[in-house]
């Protein structure tokens, strides 16, 4: 079946740093792929999302290119704030369905 | 901007008893979703409804779930006889299903967190 796997966190990182969290996903059609966040004590936004193969999507600086070759959609930062600490989750959803498919999350936490 | 509420935020209950987890979508939206996050695991999906009706469920929907639209702007998911391992936060999520319901945004509710004794 369908699922998606991303790297384990936390990731630390100082502010200004370069951020990456993969995602690689299996699906049988041609899903859309999501990256939602979620802050402390707060439900689940979408940053962004790419529908199609070579799609980039992008948001608050935040990237991610639908890879279908690689099966991936790293997401990237490159310079991060304290701000952006959260729990990022990548997500997809297949074709003739509307479930959203998670990731396990990776905790990212950025320090001054 | 228009947001997903949920309520409670936090339920608290006995083995064995019933609980009611109340949402209210986006105004506009046509599809609903209850997915849930046991402590420390993935997000799960549980449930779609469309036009009245369940769209497509999981394995771990079973008989004791169910989920209704009761007056047009709510959304519940009744737990019938919860049990040890219900424990987890519950999010509503909800879409216009624009172009189409698998590439369309899901925006979630804040959540409700199930705890059961």
């Known amino acids: 079946g369908d699922s998606v796997t991303q790297m384990e966190g936390p990731v630390t990182l100082s502010e200004e740093a370069f951020l990456t969290i993969n995602c690689t996903y299996t699906a049988t059609g041609y899903p859309s792929l999501f990256w939602y966040v979620q802050y402390p004590g707060e439900g689940l936004q979408l940053l962004l999302k790419?529908?199609?193969?070579?799609d980039k999507g992008s948001n608050k600086g935040f990237e991610a290119t639908y890879r279908k070759e690689t099966t991936s959609f790293h997401l990237e930062k490159g310079s991060v704030q304290v701000s952006d600490s959260a729990v990022y989750f990548c997500?997809?959803?297949?074709?003739?369905?509307?479930?959203?498919?998670f990731g396990t999350g990776t905790r990212l936490q950025v320090f001054p | 901007e228009p947001e997903v509420t949920q309520t409670p935020s936090h339920q608290v209950t006995q083995m064995g008893q019933e609980v009611i987890l109340r949402c209210v979508p986006i105004?506009?939206?046509?599809?609903f979703y209850w997915y849930r996050q046991i402590l420390g695991q993935k997000v799960e999906f549980l449930v779609s409804f469309y036009n009245n009706e369940i769209s497509e469920k999981s394995e771990i929907f079973d008989d004791q779930f169910s989920v209704e639209r009761p007056d047009g702007s709510n959304f519940t998911l009744k737990i019938r006889s919860t049990k040890l391992e219900d424990s987890a936060m519950y999010f509503c999520?909800?879409?216009?299903?624009?172009?189409?319901?698998?590439?369309?945004?899901?925006?979630f509710g804040p959540g409700t967190r199930l705890t059961v004794l």
């Open positions: 790419a529908t199609k193969a070579d």
């Open positions: 105004s506009n939206h046509l599809y």
């Open positions: 997500a997809l959803s297949d074709q003739g369905t509307d479930k959203l498919i």
């Open positions: 999520a909800s879409s216009g299903g624009q172009p189409s319901p698998s590439t369309d945004t899901q925006y």
